[in-house]
């Protein structure tokens, strides 16, 4: 096989619609891929294009083509001329039932003293439909995103809400138990009850305070180990009540309350730091 056959056969091997100009953008050679291509879409007549200048086609193309005739068009020019090595463009080309999409990269032709250029024309349409199925998911996903973002913040809106309306809940119940019932219960123990009866009243004492003492979990989360009547007293400072208050409450005298204050704040390790026992109760709620 000679050396102008191989070449034949090589060009006709291409997928892609190649072409050679001359120096006035004229085709003379084109390959299989070019002519098939003319063949499918209706150019019986001269499928080669051989003869026919390209860069009057392009630029006949008009407005309506588009700008890619155009700059097709100039892009040819400038690697004939030698100003570009290469010139390349993605364009549409649709069919009436299909849609297209094609690559075009100009070459200067390597032959000695030789203007010519090679075009070479590459279905992209897969690549493209590749990209464009991408950037859909990616938007979608985007979309998606963007509501599971909203979802988040009326979440936490919600959830914001729902702590605040326990935390209101725990408050009157607390209020509520220590202002209406406790004094109640005070009175009962000072009423002097059977042993018996006593020791029930205190039962139920010590059962509410239990119930309206919030941080106690978090006191015994904190390794501390106070007594009933610490975890009363402390309750009750977190209330903001006085030690005269606490002793009238407890039925104790303030002296013992003070007592059972510096116990609680040596068990909470807060001896000898000055810091407001009160305010260090209401951070662990």
């Not at 202002?179 to 509410?208: S, T």
Request: hydrophobic residues 40%.
């Amino acid at each position: 096989m000679g050396n102008e056959k191989i070449y034949k056969v090589a060009l006709d091997s291409l997928s892609a619609h190649v072409a050679i100009l001359d120096q006035d953008g004229v085709i003379i050679e084109s390959n299989r891929a070019w002519r098939d291509f003319a063949l499918e879409n209706g150019l019986t007549e001269n499928p080669g294009s051989i003869g026919v200048n390209y860069l009057k086609v392009c630029e006949q193309a008009g407005p309506e083509a588009g700008a890619e005739p155009a700059a097709v068009a100039q892009g040819i020019r400038r690697v004939i001329s030698g100003e570009l090595t290469e010139f390349f463009i993605d364009y549409p080309c649709h069919a009436p039932r299909q849609q297209r999409w094609y690559a075009l990269r100009v070459v200067r032709f390597r032959e000695p003293g030789s203007r010519k250029v090679i075009l070479a024309h590459e279905n992209i349409t897969p690549l493209v439909l590749v990209q464009r199925s991408l950037a859909q998911k990616e938007s979608e996903l985007r979309d998606k995103g963007d509501r599971l973002e909203e979802s988040n913040i009326a979440l936490k809106v919600l959830l914001r809400h729902r702590e605040d309306d326990r935390r209101q809940l725990e408050e009157n119940m607390v209020a509520n138990v220590r202002e209406l019932i406790l004094p109640y219960v005070d009175r009962l123990l000072g009423a002097g009850l059977k042993a018996r009866e006593q020791a029930v009243v205190e039962i139920i004492r010590d059962r509410l305070q239990e119930i309206i003492s919030p941080f106690l979990n978090r006191l015994t989360s904190l390794n501390t180990l106070l007594t009933p009547q610490e975890i009363r007293v402390a309750t009750l400072v977190r209330e903001g009540r006085s030690s005269k208050d606490i002793a009238e409450i407890l039925m104790v005298s303030v002296s013992a309350v003070d007592f059972h204050r510096k116990r609680i704040r040596k068990k909470l390790n807060m001896a000898g730091r000055g810091a407001n026992l009160r305010s260090y109760l209401l951070s662990l709620h």
